[in-house]
Structures are given as C-alpha cells and as structure tokens.
C-alpha cells in the first residue's frame, strides 16, 4: 500500500507547459488512494483545463479567489483550503511562481493558499535550461529550502524550447516515487521492528475439537496496520482469524496454539524493538490430545487439563531493552490487578480492558481501555473504535522513542 494513501494532497498548478502532465500526476495520485484537490493559476488553463483536472481529481478545482461566474460569488477560501491538506505540491512550478513564493508576491489563490499552508510544501520547477539555472531562481529555490519546503528536482531532457538539459519538470510517476519515498523515510517508526500476537489460540482434544474463545482477532489486526502505516517493520503472529492485513509488508505467521505462539514470537523476540501481546492465549489446554476423534459412549467424560506458556511472562522475563505492552483483561480490583501483572510480566505498558465497560471487550468494534505505565502513571482514555485504540497504542510507542 502506498504511503500517499488517505493523504490529502493540494496540488498547485502553474503556467508552463509541463501542465498538461498533471493530469497524470492527479490520476496516479487517485490510484495511490489518496484525495486531491486542484489550485491552478489563470497562465496555467493555457496549458490543461480544469475540466480534465477536476474530472480526474473528482472535485472542484480552484483558480481565483471568488467565483466568477457564480452569482452570488462563494469565496474560495485559501486557508481553509491550506489547513485541509497532509502535503502541497507545486506542479510545475515556473519560475514566475517560484520567485512569488519566494517573496510572498500573494496575487493569485495559489500563492495565498502556498502562504496559509501548515502542511510539508514541495515543489517540482520546470522551466528552460537557462532560466533554471539563473542567479535569480537559485536565489529561489534557496529561499524556499530555507522554508522548509522541498525541492523535487527537474530532469535532463528535450525542452519545449527545442533546446536540450536540465529543467523538466520531474515525469509524474518519478515525482510520486520521490514523495513516497520522502514520506517513508519521515514515518515516526521507520527502522523499528515490532512483534505483535492476535486472536485466540485453539487447544486440541482431538483431531477435530478443541478449547477456544470468542476473540476475533481484530485489536491485534488494527495494531499490526497502524504499526505499518507509521514505518514499522511488523511481524504478526495470529491464531485463527478471519482478518487479513491491510499492508502488504506486514510479515504474518499464522498459528493454532499456545505453545506454537510461543515459539513463534521466541524466534523473532530478540531481534524486535517493541513487543506487543493482544492475543487471547489459552491458559490450560488438554494434557493428552486424543489421536482419533473421541466416541461418545460415556455418559460422562472429562478432560485433563495443564497449564500453557504464559508468552508474555516469557517476553518479559527475556526482555531487554524492547519496550513491551501487555493487555489485561479484568473483572475486579482492575488497577490494582493490572498494576500486579506489569510487574509480573516486566512490562513497560498495560492496556487494561474493563468487562465492566459497555461496548469493550470481545467481538466488539470498540474499546474502552486505561494505559498503566510502569511508573504506575494511569490514564483512562475515551470509548473508540479499536482502530483508534489502536492508533492510541501506537502514539505510547513513538513517544517511547521520542524519549529515549
Ligand atoms: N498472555 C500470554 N500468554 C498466555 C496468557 C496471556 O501472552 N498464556 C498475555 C495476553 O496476550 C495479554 C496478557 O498476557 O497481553 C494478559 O492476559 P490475561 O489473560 O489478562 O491475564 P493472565 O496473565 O492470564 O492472568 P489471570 O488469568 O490471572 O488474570
């Protein structure tokens, strides 16, 4: 999955001919799952119309502060429209746009929504050999990366000019690869490994029953995405669910039981960053697993059982310096029960789950959960979604990173 996806992205368009190549920057970035919305400067519909960028953003595009052709004029409001982006892009950026940039020369929507931007602004120049090489551009460019904005640089090549070098505008599919890649290297948990364990885990009895219960899976799933979505390399050990990860790159081991779990998450353990245990792991299994399908002929039957590996205990007891999260599911007495098992277990975290909590728990889409830290530092938070429990999780593992 591309990193653009969800991303909101303005895209400003100025008067040079590279124009016409934005309709299929817009159309990648549309592929890309991302949502765009168009900014041109009136030079720039020489070049491509807004029609075409319009129909192939799938939304309105922007030229001039009010509209023209409206009779009750609506204003285009450039801040509004600077606050709603995730990145600007400036493409092509002439150098008449450049210079305005630069100085802050507001007479057009573009340049105004460029100045009310909070957002990353990165621009692709695009202009003849010798205008991109001028004292009066580089001065630009030096300006703007004084900013903080991001320079894509122009490519060699055949200019409208006729001439032959430096100064066209990056060929889209090169200017996403390079705001991918921009992005990616950006991402909070870049170049950290995460083990995170899922769902239930399934005790034979025989070769077709078994002990279970009713987790879906789902918190460990959410978890997994949001790690990847953030840069982190993840590793997901899940017991039998029907989820599927939303992010190619997460490495998924698929297990049944609690000791495969186990053995599964030592293999990975001493090399991850953060460790985190959502699943529902079995605490007793069968203490002999039946090799044909067991008969009912007695009226009465009962199974030994024995205890399963506490995983997490284990994480905790091999930890060291991985910052590991457990979860606590509680009845009664839940602080104090939760405080007991972080030092148990040797946890940095705990997210603590209350039954006692309407719309938390198994099978749910949402969540109420209190993170204790190690510190005994308490903090309820909010009912959500898990998806957003799981981006709360997440933000205690960056800021874990912040720190330290
Ligand atoms: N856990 C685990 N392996 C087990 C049991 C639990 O890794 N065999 C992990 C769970 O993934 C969860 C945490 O331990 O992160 C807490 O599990 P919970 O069932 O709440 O607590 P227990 O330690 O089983 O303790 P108790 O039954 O005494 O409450």
């Not at 129909?55 to 709603?84: I, M, R, Y």
């Not at 090549?157 to 200017?175: C, F, K, V, Y």
């Not at 993840?234 to 186990?262: C, D, W």
Request: hydrophobic content about 45%.
């Amino acid at each position: 999955m591309s990193v653009l996806n969800g991303k909101k992205i303005l895209l400003g368009v100025s008067g040079g001919i590279a124009a016409y190549k934005t309709a299929s920057l817009v159309r990648l970035f549309i592929k890309a799952g991302a949502h765009v919305q168009v900014i041109m400067t009136p030079a720039s519909k020489d070049f491509v119309t807004p029609l075409t960028l319009s129909t192939l953003s799938k939304n309105p595009v922007h030229s001039s502060f009010f509209n023209q052709d409206d009779e009750d004029a609506v204003w285009n409001n450039h801040v509004e429209l600077g606050l709603w982006a995730d990145l600007m892009l400036i493409a092509p950026a002439t150098a008449n746009t450049l210079s305005k940039m630069a100085t802050g020369n507001c007479d057009n929507l573009l340049i105004a929504t460029y100045l009310s931007a909070k957002c990353p602004v990165y621009f692709a120049p695009a202009m003849d050999l010798d205008m991109y090489k001028h004292p009066s551009t580089i001065s630009s460019f030096n300006a703007l990366k004084q900013f903080g904005n991001i320079i894509i640089p122009a490519e060699k090549g055949e200019l409208a000019s006729g001439l032959s070098g430096e100064g066209r505008m990056a060929e889209p599919e090169n200017i996403v690869a390079f705001l991918e890649a921009d992005l990616e290297s950006k991402l909070p948990l870049k170049g950290k490994k995460i083990l995170i364990t899922a769902g239930p885990t399934y005790e034979a009895i025989d070769p077709v029953r078994f002990i279970g219960n009713h987790s879906s899976g789902k918190m460990g799933f959410d978890i997994a995405n949001q790690a990847a979505n953030l840069g982190a390399e993840v590793i997901l050990v899940s017991g039998p669910t029907h989820f599927r990860v939303k992010n190619s790159s997460i490495e998924v081991i698929s297990v049944m039981s609690a000791q495969e779990m186990y053995e599964a998450c030592h293999k990975y353990y001493e090399n991850v960053d953060v460790a985190i245990a959502a699943a529902a792991v079995a605490d007793y299994r069968p203490k002999e697993v039946a090799l044909q399908k067991i008969k009912k002929n007695a009226e009465e039957f009962s199974i030994e059982l024995e205890k399963t590996k506490d995983i997490l205990f284990s994480l905790g007891a091999a930890k060291k310096d991985q910052f590991l999260i457990g979860f606590a599911l509680e009845t009664e007495n839940e602080i104090e029960n939760a405080k007991l098992k972080i030092q148990k277990k040797n946890l940095d975290l705990i997210v603590l789950n209350s039954l006692q909590d309407a719309g938390a728990g198994f099978k749910k889409e949402t969540n109420k959960v209190t993170f204790i830290d190690k510190n005994f530092n308490i903090e309820p938070m909010e009912l959500k979604s898990k998806e957003f429990v799981a981006v709360d999780i997440l933000n205690k593992v960056v800021s874990h990173f912040l720190k330290s």
